[in-house]
């Protein structure tokens, strides 16, 4: 549960105010907003509010925060102290902006909701008052101290229920509004783009924060790197391959996924020839490429059989020169215990060469069972870096192990309240809003929990190769299955919980499943299943956004 930071990296005069207003968003919902340094004016003052809490349901507040060593003497307010303090008027400060908000909002020509519900504050974050403390204009309900900081939600809550003569609070529907008129969120498609590849690049950074994972573990050639969704494996995974090869090693980099191949083997692609790894694609593929006879896509005995005894044997028959120094193993917990010998077996030296495993216990959404024949040294990754805060914290009750949720905030997860067998309509529907709004096609995917999209079901009788290269298309939306979306994602996903094939598996299946989303996630299905598989936090997270059928 954390709002919304507007913007998303705001200055500070003191420390003391900065984690004012850290903790105040940590303490409130995601579908609330917090503004920091908005310039307010009439024409007549100009102001700077410090802090503007947006709440649906509870109302708006204008906070004066005032750092440091905060007096009040003589009805005069000072803050500073050792001869350097000086006089302020937090009060008057909070007053005007309160007013000047109001009235900006009034002539906004995009705000249509009336005057919401408003109460003005004074936060002294390093400053402890009495009990019975009381100023001209500012009784102690209105003032946080230090004392407050660590409930300093609650206490805004309080202060908005106790303004008199003040109408409704506003919806969450009139907070998306005001998020708009103070952010600027409802902006062209050409701005849209911008603000997709801003996002793409600032995941991109985070993401490669993790390398120095990769530099502590250079010495060490046995790994597993354990870590839930947006964490930056699959970029580790292949930064690692890149290092290995660049030291004249030659280096096989595999997954299960079809998907998830296609998309590493575009990765690698863009990389110096010197770093690329010797292999990229599936386990099964390089069975096929050293002879095995490609099986049947519905015969799990050759998958899970047949094909790796079959690799065992033709491994012990290669060259050398055609086995590998460092095997690099994405989603490792795809991958059967049967497939675990023939890996170690593609191995030049299967006692000592390097094996780097990077795996979610949390997303084994697949019947088969396995783990590494061999000990690997386990390294957690405990940070989500590439969903915003809103849709990292829909999916957290559902990861293994909590992470911190490093993303930027973002807006709200939608919901569509509607029958299991109605969820794919639904979603259509949804799909078809988001590109009349600007969203281009190749930043959308619409994914099923059960039975394909009837998309999906044409795209892939004409092959999978040809169907995985829809993916990389920008002419439509990618249609696609949770199970074959593994380790990927997409800036805007619209999930139709169209039903579960084994419920025994359901709520790995649903973690997967909202966890592909970057940016903007739409939820469409019956909320008594999603309670069902997934339990009542994921639940009560969705349905707080619910809205007239359509979601918001």
């Known amino acids: 549960m954390t709002a919304r930071l507007f913007p998303d990296d705001p200055q500070f005069a003191h420390s003391s105010e900065e984690l004012f207003v850290r903790t105040l968003r940590d303490q409130l919902p995601d579908d609330a907003a917090v503004f920091c340094n908005v310039r307010l004016s009439d024409g007549q003052q100009d102001r700077e509010a410090d802090v503007v809490v947006a709440w649906p349901g509870v109302g708006v507040a204008v906070v004066e925060v005032k750092g440091g060593h905060v007096t009040l003497q003589r009805g005069e307010w000072r803050q500073g102290g050792d001869g350097t303090d000086h006089v302020i008027h937090p009060v008057d400060q909070t007053v005007a902006c309160k007013y000047l908000l109001c009235g900006y909002l009034a002539g906004h020509p995009r705000w249509s909701a009336g005057r919401p519900r408003t109460a003005h504050l004074v936060a002294l974050p390093a400053t402890t008052l009495a009990s019975d403390f009381m100023a001209p204009g500012l009784a102690r309900w209105m003032a946080i101290d230090t004392t407050d900081v660590p409930h300093a939600a609650a206490r805004i809550r309080a202060a908005l229920e106790k303004v008199r003569d003040e109408p409704d609070p506003p919806t969450a529907e009139d907070v998306e509004a005001l998020v708009d008129c103070l952010a600027g969120t409802a902006i062209p498609q050409q701005h849209l783009l911008a603000q997709l590849a801003e996002r793409e690049a600032a995941c991109d950074l985070l993401t490669r924060d993790q390398v120095k994972v990769l530099d502590l573990l250079a010495s060490f050639p046995r790994v597993e790197i354990r870590g839930?969704?947006?964490?930056?494996?699959?970029?580790?995974?292949?930064?690692?391959?890149?290092?290995?090869?660049?030291?004249?090693?030659?280096?096989?980099?595999?997954?299960?996924?079809?998907?998830?191949?296609?998309?590493?083997?575009?990765?690698?692609?863009?990389?110096?020839?010197r770093q690329r790894p010797a292999y990229v694609g599936t386990f099964h593929n390089l069975g096929i490429g050293w002879g095995v006879e490609p099986g049947s896509d519905d015969d799990s005995g050759y998958w899970e059989e047949f094909l790796p005894a079959a690799m065992v044997s033709l491994a012990a028959e290669l060259p050398a020169g055609?086995?590998?120094?460092?095997?690099?193993?994405?989603?490792?917990?795809?991958?059967?215990?049967?497939?675990?010998?023939?890996?170690?077996?593609?191995?030049?030296?299967?006692?000592?060469?390097?094996?780097?495993v990077f795996s979610d216990e949390g997303q084994r959404i697949f019947a088969r069972q396995g783990r590494p024949t061999v000990d690997l040294m386990p390294i957690p990754l405990n940070e989500n870096l590439r969903n915003t805060k809103q849709i990292a914290g829909t999916f957290s009750s559902l990861a293994p192990e909590q992470m911190r949720i490093r993303g930027s905030s973002g807006v709200p997860v939608r919901f569509v309240q509607c029958a299991t067998e109605d969820a794919v309509g639904a979603a259509d529907d949804v799909a078809d809003e988001l590109l009349d709004d600007g969203w281009p096609p190749e930043s959308v995917a619409l994914l099923t929990t059960h039975r394909r999209h009837p998309v999906q079901v044409e795209r892939q009788a004409e092959g999978q190769d040809a169907y995985w290269a829809t993916y990389w298309q920008d002419d439509d939306v990618f249609y696609g299955?949770?199970?074959?979306?593994?380790?990927?994602?997409?800036?805007?996903?619209?999930?139709?919980?169209n039903g579960f094939r084994d419920e025994a598996r359901a709520k790995e299946m649903l973690y997967v499943a909202l966890s592909r989303a970057r940016d903007l996630l739409v939820v469409c299905g019956d909320l008594e299943l999603i309670r069902r598989v997934g339990g009542p936090a994921v639940a009560q997270r969705l349905s707080s956004k619910e809205g007239d059928g359509r979601g918001r």
């Open 481 to 497: 299955h949770v199970l074959g979306f593994k380790g990927l994602e997409r800036p805007a996903v619209v999930l139709a919980v």
């Open 228 to 273: 839930g969704a947006g964490s930056g494996k699959t970029w580790l995974a292949v930064e690692k391959a890149r290092r290995l090869a660049a030291d004249g090693q030659r280096v096989a980099v595999m997954c299960y996924s079809r998907g998830l191949a296609e998309f590493l083997k575009r990765r690698v692609e863009t990389l110096p020839k």
């Open 322 to 356: 055609e086995r590998f120094d460092a095997i690099v193993v994405d989603e490792g917990q795809d991958f059967a215990q049967s497939w675990w010998d023939a890996v170690l077996a593609a191995l030049r030296d299967p006692d000592t060469g390097s094996l780097y």
